[in-house]
């Protein structure tokens, strides 16, 4: 029996000037499957899914939609193809209602009201055949991610979409949203449609696809079936060595208190309180995981610890210096204190995407006296130094002078990472280290955390990401709706005791290890 292809890929190959993103790929899609597709960042996969998906045009190769050589010379042509894309960053427009974020652009007549009505009626019925349910008429801007995420989804599937792309569709979503998610992609399998998963989670790849193609530096290197392969076999190919999937790490050896935080409240502009009476601290030579459900005031913790946020209630003693409502420090004079800070968002906080990479290497230390002389600034030694440290971290491509926004996701956060720990500061604070990275490039960014805290820093560790701060923390905290409801070791945590905890409710065990704590 022959199998019936939904894609089929031959010989495509494209270039951006000296840059080959794909070289000569073949690549088969079985109708009604879930195929992964998996590579380290700078791989390929984004800029072949673009190609897919009409963004591109391929220099050379076929493109076969249902046994038809297709050319699909933009998205337009990809949609009317069957063919739907779900971007790592969303694409709507946040003041719209979900309801009319559907409809852009897709507009049944010249009276909105029609086309409103309309496609409410059928998004009932997606919604209901594949549990997408959404609040129609809510703006996205108040939707959390998962529900934004549906929304990019019943998109793709109102204009008709068999064959949906989701490209690192978890980055930004919580274990409860990222289940649900699973659930929604077995019934589009379920109901004949077709799926292409990228993403550098090896574990998700492992539950949810039946089939999976690995790439490697543009090329495309195997395919395998999933339940004939493992982690460990999909990391090698990815990366083309063996690669250690759990951190390798002696206990650690605390000393001094270097952050220490009491009392801290905050509220937002609305009055909501996004944290409530928060204190802990961090030890030299050690690293504090903060766990929770993304949106329980752990990003806020950051910001305030950074100087982002203005404290409002409490103090904050970091590295010798103390910071209160009356005695408050910058951003600035905080880095000046030798702290450092890799903040959850590099799109928003950590990079000037219209920079060139030697720019954005800089920021925030662009007044060193390294880069700077009596009048001008110090050109080539700001070329040399990025150059020097994208070949330490492998920074793909190795450009100084490319901007920062043609980089991939991963790739723009190992450049992020490599300044604030290049600075050598003895307070780490880190949010989300490997949201949107590669095996690859997870492992060197796990070791890093790991020297840094060996070398006696004190690092500070924010993730939704349960398997990384179980790898890296010497202790867990966990934030529940602005508190922090309890503190485990990293040697008695695990998945079940650590999710319970962010659900508040604090298991039996947990709380004899904190009443010995307390003793």
Sequence with gaps: MTTQLAIELRGIDKRFGAVHAN??????????????????????KSTLMSIIYGFYEADEGDILIDGEVTRISDSKVAIASGIGMVHQHFMLIQNFTALENVVLGAESGELIDKSLDKARAELKRLADEYGLDVPLDTPVQELSVGMQQRVEILKALYRGAKILILDEPTGVLTPQETEHLFKVLASLKEQGNTVMLITHKLQEIMAATDNVSIMRRG????????AETSREDLAELMVGRKVLLRVDKQPAEPKDVLLDVKNVSL??????VRLDNVSFNVRAGEIVGVAGVSGNGQSELLDVIAGIEPLQNGSIDINGHTITKENPLTPSEIRDIKVGHIPEDRHKMGLINSFPAEQAYILGFHRHQDYNGKLLTKVE???EDCKAKMEKWDVRPQDPNLKAA????????????AREMEQDPDVLLVGQPTRGVDIGAIETIHQRVIDMRDAGKAVLLISVELEEI?????????????????????????????????ANIVPDEVKALQQETNV
């Excluded at 509220?267 to 909501?272: E, P, Q, R």
């Excluded at 934030?479 to 309890?486: K, L």
């Design 381 to 383: 030694a700001i070329t």
């Design 219 to 226: 090329e495309m290197v195997a395919h395998v079936k999933t």
């Design 267 to 272: 509220k937002n502009d609305a009055g909501v």
């Design 23 to 44: 070289k000569y790929i073949d690549l088969k899609v079985e109708k009604g499957t879930i195929h992964g597709i998996v590579g380290e960042n700078g791989a390929g």
């Design 406 to 417: 043609n980089f991939s996701g991963g790739n723009q956060q190992k450049l992020v990472i």
């Design 470 to 502: 179980m790898s890296l923390a010497d202790r867990i905290l966990v934030m529940f709706d602005g508190q922090i409801v309890g503190e485990v070791p990293a040697d008695k945590a695990n998945e079940q005791i650590l999710g319970l905890m962010m």
